[in-house]
């Protein structure tokens, strides 16, 4: 029996229409355009401003352009994986509410949480499930609404993150030429004190002293977190790249977390890459956490071509990492 391959068929994607420039920020914390831009390469981010709206509701907008544009009747979608570290609500989760918007009937659905890696991690997941042979479609969707765990009153993480989604289709194929070919995925769990969310968990419940104190943001002591990124992230992507008898030649694309633009600079540097072959939108949409991948793929959907090697690759809280090889599979 040949092998089922699992394959992206289509990807879309999703951001609100208000822009947070750099020079908004500057009237709200101690910053400016220029050290912003330096540090981390971001120009501008955008922010879901309704406060009724959950990640659900640009979840459904990445999925529903992904449906149309790969003509799938919903339903006909085995399985719909969500990442994200903002749901909607802790129960239920949102990929269950995005199956319920979608008419997604004969879907099973479940969350997935790898803080930046998670689109990484669901990705791999899926295509686990669609080897198996047991399932055909899967909807894969990254989606977070940074902008309700971001303290804007504290410069060292309100620059960076930013709201959107984005999501892919991932189907079964007997022609193995296309598709995900190999990946890397790691943890190391000492990263808890360095980058997390202190409170409303089941260790730190919340609480009126959580909320005076700030603690539902998000906290990081980048310096240090940027230091392992830039290790972890290049590792990955030259060990993915060695292993599959990948040379600078034979990437077309390097499809990266966008936390930082330096870390995204050193990655291409050690796979010795040009710029020119790195999807970078990280100005003009910040940090979206489980966002950036596929709204990369999204983003530059239009300039990969059918049997371009693609590796993505990611870093973030947890620690999680990890490293992908895929050939690309249709022109659009
Ligand atoms: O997404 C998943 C994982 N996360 C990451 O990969 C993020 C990794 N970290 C980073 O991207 C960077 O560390 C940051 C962008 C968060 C910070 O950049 P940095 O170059 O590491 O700055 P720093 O924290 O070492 O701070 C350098 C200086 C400090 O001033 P002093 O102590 O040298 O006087 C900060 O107080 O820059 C100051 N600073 C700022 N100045 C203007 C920190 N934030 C700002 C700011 N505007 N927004």
New binding site residues.
């Given amino acids: 029996m040949s092998k089922i391959s699992a394959v992206i068929s289509g990807v879309g994607g999703y951001v609100p229409d208000y822009v947070l420039t750099n020079r908004e920020?500057e009237t709200m914390?101690?910053?400016?355009d220029e050290?912003?831009v330096s540090?981390?390469g971001i120009r501008e981010r955008r922010i879901l401003k309704d406060p009724t709206l959950g990640s659900s509701f640009m979840a459904e907008k990445a999925a529903r352009m992904v449906l149309e544009k790969t003509n799938t009747n919903p339903e006909s979608i085995d399985l719909i994986l969500c990442s994200t570290i903002t749901p909607d609500y802790l129960c239920p989760v949102t990929s269950n509410i995005l199956c319920e918007k979608l008419g997604a009937k004969n879907a099973f659905s479940y969350d997935l949480m790898a803080?930046?890696s998670g689109f990484l991690y669901n990705l791999s997941t899926g295509t686990s499930f669609i080897e198996s042979g047991r399932y055909k479609k899967a909807l894969l969707v990254g989606v977070d609404k940074m902008s309700v765990i971001v303290n804007y009153k504290d410069?060292?993480?309100?620059?960076?993150f930013g709201d959107g989604a984005g999501a892919v289709l991932l189907e079964a194929s007997e022609n193995s030429e296309y598709g995900i070919k190999d990946m890397i995925m790691r943890t190391d769990g000492s990263g808890e004190l360095l980058?997390n969310i202190k409170a409303g968990g089941s260790k730190y419940p919340s609480s009126k002293h959580t909320v005076e104190n700030n603690e539902h943001y998000i906290y990081?002591e980048?310096?240090t977190?940027?230091k392992i990124?830039v290790t972890k992230m290049a590792e990955v992507s030259t060990e993915i790249m060695n292993r599959n008898h990948l040379t600078k030649e034979s990437v077309q694309w390097l499809v990266p977390?966008q936390?930082?633009k330096?870390?995204i600079d050193a990655t291409a540097d050690r796979m010795g890459l040009p710029l020119d072959k790195v999807t970078i939108n990280i100005d003009k949409f910040g940090?979206t956490?489980n966002g950036t991948i596929p709204l990369c793929l999204w983003d530059f959907e239009k300039k990969f071509k059918k049997g371009d090697n693609l590796i993505l690759a990611a870093?973030?809280?947890g620690f999680t990492w990890g490293g992908m090889y895929l050939k690309w599979a249709y022109n659009s």
Avoid at 155 to 160: A, G, L, M, S, V
């Fill in positions: 920020l914390v101690e910053t400016n050290w912003i540090r981390t803080a930046c410069r060292n993480t309100c620059i960076i980058l990081q980048g310096a977190v940027f990124a977390h936390a930082n330096r870390i940090n956490t870093f973030g809280g």
